[in-house]
């Protein structure tokens, strides 16, 4: 009876194969795509962010003061509002450094180990309001073709994995 539906199941084999194939290559061709528009993205809170600590650097130097004597002033204040401005201010200060030392991180990385850096330098916030509006692309660029050859290779991985554990009981029955 085996080797009745031999055949069929062969090609049926075959076309799944192919299918995760594909699949695998276009998520993950996509990749490059995903990761200009988080930069896009990423950039604009870095520069809106850089933009409003600009306005408290300048109101310090108003005053001559340096930002930290300026931040240290509102946290020493024993005013709750100005303690609550100092925190406030405290908090850009070091969200502008987190978002410079993650742009910078991802704007050096290569191809090959950029997914790597996205996952270690990744803002998810950002990475949320990119996905909710991504565009997805067509991948011509170098790193869309390698991205697009690994998602091939990964792909049919996990279907030739996923076949091996599923016919390795049944080979078994074979054999009886």
């Known amino acids: 009876m085996f080797k009745m539906i031999r055949k069929p199941l062969q090609f049926i084999d075959g076309i799944v194969d192919r299918i995760c194939s594909v699949i695998g290559a276009v998520a993950l061709s996509q990749f490059p795509q995903f990761f200009g528009q988080y930069m896009q993205r990423l950039g604009g809170h870095l520069d809106e962010a850089k933009r409003a600590l600009e306005q408290y650097i300048r109101a310090a130097e108003a005053l001559d003061l340096t930002l930290e004597e300026y931040i240290r002033e509102h946290l020493q204040s024993g005013s709750e509002i100005f303690v609550s401005s100092g925190e406030v201010i405290q908090g850009l200060v ?32 950002i990475a949320s ?16 073709i390698t991205y697009a050859l690994a998602g091939l290779l990964i792909g049919w991985g996990i279907y030739a994995f996923f076949k091996m554990i599923i016919t390795i009981p049944a080979g078994g029955l074979r054999r009886r």
């Open 94 to 125: 070091e969200r502008v450094n987190s978002l410079e030392q993650s742009y910078q991180a991802l704007e050096g990385a290569t191809i090959y180990n950029r997914w790597f850096v996205f996952l270690r330098e990744v803002d998810w916030s």
């Open 129 to 144: 309001g990119t996905w909710e509006n991504f565009v997805p692309g067509v991948p011509t660029t170098v790193e869309g």
